[in-house]
């Protein structure tokens, strides 16, 4: 998870400054876009359609961006996208990416071809992008517009910009007359103590957690930060472990939550240096993190739980 964190505040590095000054060109929307060409020889790209599948957790699917080289030389491709709902980039991309910021409140990537970027004269490659987006699948197909992809060549610049639709199916298979897909504007997470503190091991005391999150609001993440911690005592490390922490802020283990999901989760604290400070009243606050914000949640007052780190006797 703090790998994944570093990425979120990473910028993309892919020819910056190639991309400044460009102008794109909008092409049609459809089963398959693709960008128009200036000429015949000129390379181009098209798009798939992206339709996302009802899966246990959410819908999955995938993007495919084919560059076609038409020049008489080799020449050198990389594309930019945006994601048509927010925080719906995917693991398992086969391309080369990095994150290149924000948009209308979309993610957007810079990605390398796959076996590299460069094109033979009359060579085509394909690129897959995938995505996910956790919300409970529904029983009438939707629609998310938003999306975007700029292919560029190294050599000349801008081949021009294909917008691009998530497609929901709905559960009995249907893709026709969609409805369009809204995700929730605000977090709806909770968190509460799921047990009582124990002695945890390395001198520390085990805080049983149990999260929620009931919508499907964008997120990369969802963190706990502890305040009110005695002298000696920080959150060392979670269950399940997710790497050391030593601090007052943890990520939630696990990965992002599927709307609706619940799940149990433990801090494990250093005791205080001094003993009589295990009546100290240390307060968790779970917080929703999108890019580098902090998402609202609609309703803060069951974001936050009290506690000390004195064990009950017996």
């Not at 128009?36 to 000129?42: F, L, M, W, Y």
């Not at 929620?212 to 969802?222: C, H, I, M, N, P």
Request: one cysteine or more; aromatic letters at 8%; a negative charge.
């Amino acid at each position: 998870m703090e790998d994944q964190i570093k990425m979120f505040r990473k910028t993309g590095t892919l020819l910056t400054a190639a991309l400044l000054g460009l102008t794109a060109t909008i092409g049609a929307a459809g089963p398959a876009s693709a960008a128009p060409s200036a000429s015949a020889d000129a390379p181009t790209f098209s798009l798939s359609r992206l339709v996302l599948e009802p899966t246990e957790r959410g819908y999955r699917g995938s993007l495919r961006v084919t560059i076609t080289n038409n020049s008489d030389s080799t020449q050198g491709f990389y594309f930019r996208i945006r994601e048509a709902v927010a925080g719906s980039f995917s693991g398992g991309v086969e391309s080369r990416c990095e994150s290149d910021g924000v948009e209308e409140g979309l993610l957007v990537r810079t990605c390398a071809l796959p076996r590299g970027n460069d094109l033979a004269p009359g060579e085509s490659r394909r690129a897959t992008v995938e995505f996910q987006v956790l919300t409970t699948p529904r029983s009438y197909p939707m629609i998310a517009a938003g999306g975007l992809v700029t292919a560029y060549s190294y050599e000349t610049g801008s081949l021009g910009t294909v917008p691009f639709s998530a497609q929901f199916r709905s559960l009995d298979g249907k893709l026709a007359r969609p409805q369009t897909y809204v995700q929730d504007a605000q977090a709806n997470a909770s968190v509460e103590l799921a047990g009582p503190v124990t002695d945890g091991p390395e001198n520390t005391r085990r805080v049983p957690l149990r999260v929620r999150y009931s919508g499907d609001a964008r997120q990369l993440g969802s963190s706990l930060t502890a305040t009110g911690l005695p002298a000696g005592s920080m959150i060392l490390f979670t269950e399940p472990f997710d790497g050391p922490v030593y601090g007052p802020q943890a990520f939630v283990p696990g990965g992002l939550l599927m709307q609706g999901e619940e799940r149990d989760v433990a801090l494990f604290i250093s005791r205080p240096t001094d003993p009589a400070d295990e009546a100290t009243t240390i307060t968790v606050e779970l917080a929703t993190l999108y890019w580098n914000e902090t998402v609202p949640d609609v309703d803060p007052s069951d974001n936050t739980v009290t506690f000390n780190l004195a064990v009950a006797a017996g």
